[in-house]
């Protein structure tokens, strides 16, 4: 198994809210970003926690989607109703144990504090993306390693890994991020950046495997975790399911020798797999090398500069893929 520890699969900074605020403001934050609890903070101390459930409380049954009209819900203070002393868990104990913690007092969630603050929370979605991170494997036409896992040869004859990102990838982001020159960073970002921020990377590592999802090229490291030094990516639009954006960077040291073109090949075939007909792309209207980059892969696209931005798209649909493809 991987780093398995609650700090690796936690989410990080979670939205909260103060004991002052209204039950209302608490239930349109968490109908807002589909959550179900929300930490309590009066200033840095974590008092509590509130949740749809302590919400539905003050509803008649039946009643939630009108709570917006609920008067008591609008006049309410979250300490009121709020469970307070909530069970916590330290960053650094097991996944195993937040799961135990869970089941034994039923909850969905548990906030994570570390030196009396809270740095993040652990909820039963994030132990799902563990799971599927840990035992399920892509389905695609090419053959895989039993951990998900593709291994390949490059031009040079250097052995590289492919394999679906891990939320303790984030590091391994930031690392590979600090050997890209500023020329590859301003295309694959759209700007220039000096560093790839805690939370960002976080964020491009915790995926869901299914509206969001990404592949890595690692080559071996001394340890045997591996260095990064490719990742393709795509992310579902919202209202268009069959539709995601993609995007895709190769460190400088690994372009022009095929790795860019096969971890392309390889998000195209899983998203065609789970339902993906179009990727969808965009590049500032000077970075050609993505335009030919799509041209060489030798799928159907269409492209358009529209105020200074190439979009790009390419069908999957009907597309056939070769289980036998090679770099």
């Known amino acids: 198994m991987h780093n398995n520890l609650v700090r690796t699969w936690m989410t990080p900074t979670p939205l909260t809210i103060s004991p002052k605020a209204s039950v209302l403001e608490g239930y349109e934050q968490m109908k807002r970003h589909h959550i179900r609890r929300l930490p309590v903070l009066d200033g840095e101390k974590l008092v509590g926690v509130i949740s749809i459930t302590d919400v539905r409380s003050l509803a008649p049954l039946g009643a939630l989607p009108l709570l917006e009209h609920n008067e008591l819900v609008n006049h309410t203070q979250v300490a009121r109703v709020m469970t307070s002393n909530p069970i916590t868990i330290a960053p650094d104990e097991n996944v195993g144990e937040a799961a135990r913690l869970m089941m034994k007092y039923k909850i969905s969630g548990l906030p994570v504090v570390e030196a009396g603050k809270l ?23 090419s053959p895989a390693g039993p951990d998900g896992e593709e291994t390949l040869k490059l031009r040079g004859g250097e052995v590289i890994t492919i394999r679906p990102i891990r939320p303790d990838d984030a590091a391994r982001l930031q690392a590979s991020f600090a050997q ?6 301003y295309d694959r970002f759209m700007g220039y950046k000096k560093a790839l921020p805690d939370p960002e990377a976080h964020y491009l590592a915790s995926l869901d495997y299914d509206c969001h999802m990404a592949l890595v090229a690692a080559k071996a490291g001394e340890h045997g975790e591996g260095t990064i030094i490719g990742v393709a990516r795509y992310h579902v639009v919202d209202d268009e399911p069959n539709v995601a954006e993609f995007a895709i960077v ?13 971890l392309m090949m390889r998000l195209m075939e899983y998203g065609q797999v789970h339902g993906i007909l179009t990727l969808l792309g965009f590049a500032h ?6 335009l030919r980059f799509v041209q060489r892969i030798g ?29």
């Open 119 to 141: 740095i993040g929370v652990i909820s039963e979605a994030d132990l799902f993306r563990l799971v599927i991170a840990e035992n399920w494997r892509p389905r695609t036409v």
């Open 180 to 185: 890209m020159s500023q020329e590859t960073i």
């Open 250 to 262: 190769i460190n400088d040291a690994y372009q022009r020798q095929g790795l860019g073109s096969h």
């Open 299 to 327: 799928f159907p696209f269409e492209h358009k500069l529209k105020d200074g931005l190439w979009e790009i798209r390419v069908q999957l649909n009907g597309v056939v893929f070769s289980n036998t493809e090679k770099i």
């Open 285 to 290: 209207g000077e970075n050609y090398r993505l």
